[in-house]
Structures are given as structure tokens and as C-alpha cells.
């Protein structure tokens, strides 16, 4: 039997995953040059918005990867992490550039609201979600997320002190599915609305169903506001620390790349599965639940992005991808506004253009000046720590 095998010795750099990052970075352009679209009353389509949902396994894949280069020191003998440790590293890399980005989009909202009446009011009219939950643009908030999701790798590395095996693991991953598929169904997962400027305190929240239960008016009380957000993101990410505690398990690092080509065919096959499940759900000619499908397609494409690290050779290119996707994570939507003012200043909306054919021009002249953007920011250490956290 043909054996997709390589040393790990000799895989110094997973370019699969940056491989992957390139791909999902893109597939989050997609996404937001849709909702670009709507904001701005260009015309979409079923076909549209097909391509938006299997976009989608875009941030599934970012956490599944970042979560498996946080836990991958865990089952290294004598390491260990601390609150203050992983605090300190994390709040650098990950908190440093957005709040820096933040900034940038609050200034950029704010420039556009000036000429509006009380513009200015509604966009500090919720500033404990401006700050803390990605308020200044709708792609923000994963990088609080994935900080708050950050601390699980406390407990996750007393787990690896016990030396739990894989199919204890695969129980606790499956478990953390549910919960989250529950949080979901249950209307108590984090919301981030469509406009929060227009709505305060009804998006970037969490548990709202269980407040409304309690409280006569939920939203007053910021502080739990804050706490409930903070709950509900840590059971988002939890499936995905498992996860990346079970491909970073000794016994699976020694066999990943061992792995025959009729299981990486079959990662692929359920890859396509999921995203196809996933498109029956947004036309509700199927159900299939929320949770199964990130976890099933953040699997897959680990565990692809993993295994073809030993066939794809490195190169330059597919190392600044991989190195830049968090940048171009930061800046698409901001290149993407301005792609649409070209675009209505052109008045190219007389010339009846398919709303496919006006994504994928969004997209693909989104993500070729992001890359550049990014790029350019790689280049000067104080753009890289400030902006890209590198």
C-alpha cells in the first residue's frame, strides 16, 4: 500500500497550513465582500450566497490551526505555561493589532458618520462592544475570541500531565460538540448582529434566551454582559483545544505521517460532505447542525493541511502566505469598502454584471491587496509587532 510518509524530522515548516491559511484567508474575503453587497444594496443571488456558505470553513480552520501551534509544547516533557505567561504572550500577539486595528476601523466608521446626525454618538453608543467584542467591524471579533480561547490551554495542559489517551480525548471532544450544538440551538451562542450601530445592546452579546428569562432588561447589566460573552466563547473554542490535543498526542504525531492515500481521500470526500450538508441547511432543504459542521470541516482540513505538509515543497510564496493570512485577515475589509466606492463611482452597476462575477471581482481584488498591504507590513518590525502582532 502507497504510504503518504515523511519524517517529521524532515517537515521543519507544516506549509500545508500555510497552504490552508492562504485559502481560508481568501474564503473570508468572500465572505465579507458579500456582505460588502448587501450593505451597499448590490444585488446578490442564491449563487452568491452558496459560494458565501462554502466559504465558510474559513474561521473553523483558523482556530483549529491556532489552537493546534498553542497546544503543540503541551506533551513536551518539563514545559509548562502559566496565567501570567500565556497572558502576557497572547495579549502581544493577538490583542496588541487588533486593538491598533480597532482603532484604524473606528476612525475610518468615523470619518463616514461625521456627515450623518449623531453619527458620531452611535458609534461609541455601545463602547464595551467597540473595545472588547469586535464592534469597530464585523470581522473583528475573532481575535477577542480566539485571546479568551486562549486560556483553555491552562487546563488543557494538566490534562496532558495525566497522560490521557487518544480515545479519552476523542470522548471530551465529542462532548464539547454537543455542548456547543446545545449553546447554539438554545439561542445563547454569541450573536454580532448585522449593523450594531443601528442596534445597541441587541448584537455582541451572548445568552440572551437565559437573560430574558431572568431580567427584565438583560442588557443593562455590561459587566454580565461581558462575563456571559466570555462563557460562550470559551465553549466555542473548547471542541477545538481538544482537538488540537488529540493530532498533538504523541501516539498521532508519531503516525500522521503514516497516513495512506485512501484516508486523505476520505478527509477530502468529508470536507466536500459537510460543505455540501451545510448548503442544504442555508435553503433549509436539510437540517444539519451548526456545530458538526465546523468541527467536521476544522477537522478535515487539519488534518489534510497536516498530512500534505510532506508532498507540497516549501517555497517563498506559500511561507509569506501562511505568514501574512493574519494580516490580510485585518485589513480585506477595509480594502473591501474601498473596492465598493470604486465600484459605485464607476456606476458599474448599470452594466448588469452577475452578482457572481461582482463577488469574485470583490474577493480576488480584495485579497491580491491585502496579501500586498500585509506584505508591506511585514517588512518594518514596528508595523509587524503593532499590526500584525509578529
Not at 180 to 204: A, M, P, Q, R
Not at 265 to 281: G, I
Not at 295 to 313: D, H, W
Not at 366 to 387: R, V
Amino acid at each position: 500500500m502507497k504510504q503518504l510518509y515523511v519524517k517529521e524530522e524532515q517537515s521543519k515548516r507544516l506549509v500545508g497550513i500555510d497552504l490552508f491559511r492562504g485559502v481560508s484567508a481568501f474564503a473570508v474575503v468572500v465572505i465579507h465582500a458579500s456582505a460588502v453587497m448587501l450593505y451597499s444594496d448590490i444585488p446578490t443571488d442564491q449563487w452568491t450566497e452558496s459560494l458565501v456558505q462554502l466559504s465558510r470553513f474559513a474561521v473553523p480552520f483558523f482556530l483549529a490551526a491556532s489552537f493546534y501551534f498553542m497546544s503543540n509544547s503541551l506533551y513536551v516533557p518539563k514545559s509548562s505555561t502559566s496565567l501570567r505567561k500565556n497572558f502576557n504572550s497572547k495579549f502581544m500577539r493577538l490583542m496588541v493589532p487588533y486593538l491598533c486595528w480597532t482603532a484604524i476601523y473606528s476612525f475610518s466608521r468615523a470619518v463616514k458618520l461625521s456627515e450623518v446626525p449623531n453619527g458620531l454618538g452611535k458609534l461609541f453608543q455601545d463602547f464595551i462592544g467597540l473595545i472588547f467584542f469586535g464592534g469597530a467591524s464585523i470581522h473583528l471579533y475573532f481575535v477577542p475570541l480566539l485571546f479568551s480561547g486562549s486560556f483553555l490551554i491552562l487546563p488543557a495542559g494538566y490534562l496532558a500531565k495525566k497522560k490521557i489517551n487518544v480515545f479519552t480525548l476523542l470522548c471530551f471532544f465529542i462532548a464539547s460538540i454537543l455542548m456547543y450544538e446545545s449553546l447554539i440551538v438554545s439561542g445563547n451562542s454569541f450573536e454580532f448582529g448585522d449593523n450594531c450601530l443601528e442596534k445597541t445592546n441587541s448584537c455582541l452579546v451572548a445568552f440572551q434566551s437565559f437573560q430574558k428569562m431572568v431580567f427584565s432588561d438583560p442588557n443593562e447589566n455590561q459587566f454580565l454582559r461581558f462575563i456571559l460573552v466570555q462563557f460562550s466563547w470559551l465553549i466555542q473554542c473548547l471542541p477545538y483545544v481538544f482537538l488540537a490535543m488529540i493530532f498533538n498526542h504523541p501516539s498521532m504525531r508519531e503516525n500522521i505521517f503514516k497516513i495512506g492515500v485512501q484516508y486523505v481521500s476520505a478527509a477530502f470526500v468529508l470536507f466536500l460532505a459537510f460543505s455540501s450538508f451545510s448548503v442544504l441547511n442555508l435553503f433549509s432543504i436539510m437540517y444539519f447542525p451548526k456545530a458538526l459542521y465546523e468541527l467536521g470541516v476544522a477537522t478535515c482540513l487539519l488534518f489534510l493541511a497536516i498530512t500534505l505538509s510532506g508532498y507540497i515543497k516549501e517555497s517563498r510564496i506559500l511561507i509569506n502566505l501562511g505568514t501574512c493570512s493574519f494580516g490580510i485577515y485585518f485589513v480585506h475589509y477595509l480594502v473591501l469598502i474601498i473596492c465598493e466606492m470604486v465600484y459605485s463611482k464607476l456606476a458599474l452597476g448599470t452594466l448588469g454584471i452577475s452578482p457572481v462575477i461582482i463577488l469574485f471581482l470583490f474577493s480576488i481584488v480584495g485579497f491580491g491587496f491585502s496579501w500586498g498591504i500585509a506584505s508591506l507590513l511585514t517588512t518594518s518590525k514596528i508595523t509587524s509587532k503593532l499590526l500584525l502582532g509578529a
